[in-house]
């Protein structure tokens, strides 16, 4: 019986002072994607689906100046007829403060 109770004991301490020391690191939540796409872009390696990508991530950041500067870029370099990103961008506009029905990329794709 004494043995059985030392066992136990040896093997909770055991249990405990592994789960103590191992700790799981996820990377992928401490890497900040608009940092390495802007670092992507800055080497001039921008292209849509990067300028995509930074858009949405400023958006869903509530970063609006960067967002529509990132939209922008976006539909600069190709039209496209995404509903979402234009929503999106319609919003960050919105945020802003300088949404109009006059503005030229929201001319340009609703016209295609």
């Not at 002072?17 to 800055?42: E, H, P, R």
């Not at 970063?63 to 999106?88: A, G, N, V």
Request: charged residues 25%; positive net charge.
């Amino acid at each position: 019986m004494y043995k059985i109770r030392l066992l136990v004991v040896f093997i909770g301490i055991s249990t405990i002072s592994y789960s103590q020391t191992y700790k799981k690191t996820n990377v992928n939540t401490d890497i900040d994607l608009v940092k390495v796409y802007t670092q992507v872009v800055k080497e001039g390696y921008g292209t849509p689906q990067i300028y995509k990508n930074l858009a949405n991530e400023c958006y869903f950041k509530s970063d609006y100046k960067s967002s529509k500067k990132w939209f922008e870029k976006l539909f600069e370099s190709e039209i496209t007829l995404d509903e979402i990103q234009l929503y999106r961008y319609k919003q960050s506009l919105k945020a802003l403060g300088v949404f109009s029905k006059n503005n030229t990329y929201l001319a340009v794709i609703e016209a295609n």
